[in-house]
């Protein structure tokens, strides 16, 4: 992997409960975790009709810097890439040389849901 591959830019966002305190209501809210340099690789897309409604799906991969928090728990973490906000499916360490180790995050867009 060459540094230079590292061109789109993306953020990671973190997913918190916040809790009102004179309701007891829970809130689901999503704050800023890393802005990082990544290399998008587009995997596949599909559209789909069903009741006059038209659903595409992307599948891409965001290869960045490794971050340890991503490999234990992706289901609380999302990508924000030209205001889309995509799922992350998975979290895998790639390491290619003793001093550089890099991660690959699966993802998924699904637009109208």
Avoid: P
Avoid at 13 to 40: F, L
Avoid at 69 to 93: C, G, H, P, T, W
């Amino acid at each position: 992997m060459e540094i230079g591959e590292l061109k789109h830019r993306i953020a990671i966002e973190k997913r918190t409960v916040s809790i009102n305190e004179r309701t007891g209501e829970q809130t689901m809210v999503w704050n800023n975790y890393a802005t990082v340099w990544a290399k998008m690789v587009n995997r596949s897309g599909t559209e789909n009709d069903k009741d006059d409604i038209a659903t595409q799906t992307q599948k891409m991969d965001f290869v960045i810097r490794y971050i340890d928090d991503l490999v234990f728990d992706v289901s609380s973490y999302r990508v924000q890439y030209r205001n889309k906000m995509i799922d992350i499916i998975s979290a895998e360490e790639m390491t290619n040389e003793a001093w550089q180790t890099w991660m690959m995050l699966k993802c998924e867009f699904k637009s109208n849901q």
